[in-house]
T-cell receptor, first 111, second 110 residues
Framework: EAQVTQNPRYLITVTGKKLTVTCSQN?????MSWYRQDPGLGLRQIYY???????DKGDVPEGYKVSRKEKRNFPLILESPSPNQTSLYFC??????????FGQGTRLTVV | QKEVEQNSGPLSVPEGAIASLNCTYS??????FFWYRQYSGKSPELIMS????GDKEDGRFTAQLNKASQYVSLLIRDSQPSDSATYLC??????????FGTGTRLKVLA
């Protein structure tokens, strides 16, 4: 089954404690992205990757890091989380100009 | 000007009516256009994709694209309460960019 898998689904953490949200896709897609979704602001792109070892900033990259060492995996790293990073996060993968497939979402709370 | 604009709603329609959702975009070079449906707390799921001017129909859904006016719409015929969700318009202004609007919340009243 074609899918994008994110983990964890829910996470509560404290300010400053490094965390990683994993994302894996089994469709051999070239493009992967991370979005955050906040009420009234829609889906905003954090980082995206065009292929292995190729990443670039989206619209809201501050406070986040990513890596793409393998084609299927695209983890999101928060080195020092802050309360303003409390949000619903989605990973997505796709090919050029086609449908984006989304993971199940990660609801992150930073206290 | 936002790259992709949608009215946030809520748009309320009675059951069985036609719901009309609209989206405008700023980049004339945009090539691909998508409509996603998102239930609260869930992932977006694709409803329709459209790549050329005109209408594209799939069941109760019709997507309309007018590149000259930089406008894409989604019509939902015979609206059902299960159609109540947020509808996201997405546009690809370049090979790597995939921009979402903020979404329109649709409420179908039984």
């Amino acid at each position: 089954e074609a899918q994008v898998t994110q983990n964890p689904r829910y996470l509560i953490t404290v300010t400053g404690k490094k965390l990683t949200v994993t994302c894996s896709q089994n469709m051999n897609h070239e493009y992967m992205s991370w979005y955050r979704q906040d009420p009234g602001l829609g889906l905003r792109q954090i980082y995206y990757s065009m292929n292995v070892e190729v990443t670039d900033k989206g619209d809201v990259p501050e406070g986040y890091k990513v890596s793409r060492k393998e084609k299927r995996n695209f983890p999101l790293i928060l080195e020092s989380p802050s309360p303003n990073q409390t949000s619903l996060y989605f990973c997505a993968s796709r090919e050029t100009n086609t449908e984006a497939f989304f993971g199940q979402g990660t609801r992150l709370t930073v206290v | 000007q936002k790259e992709v604009e949608q009215n946030s709603g809520p748009l309320s329609v009675p059951e069985g009516a036609i719901a009309s959702l609209n989206c405008t975009y700023s980049d004339r070079g945009s090539q691909s256009f998508f409509w996603y449906r998102q239930y609260s707390g869930k992932s977006p799921e694709l409803i329709m994709s459209i790549y050329s001017n005109g209408d594209k129909e799939d069941g109760r859904f019709t997507a309309q694209l007018n590149k000259a006016s930089q406008y894409v719409s989604l019509l939902i015929r015979d609206s059902q309460p299960s159609d109540s969700a947020t509808y996201l318009c997405a546009v690809t202004p370049g090979t790597y960019k995939y921009i979402f609007g903020t979404g329109t919340r649709l409420k179908v009243l039984a």
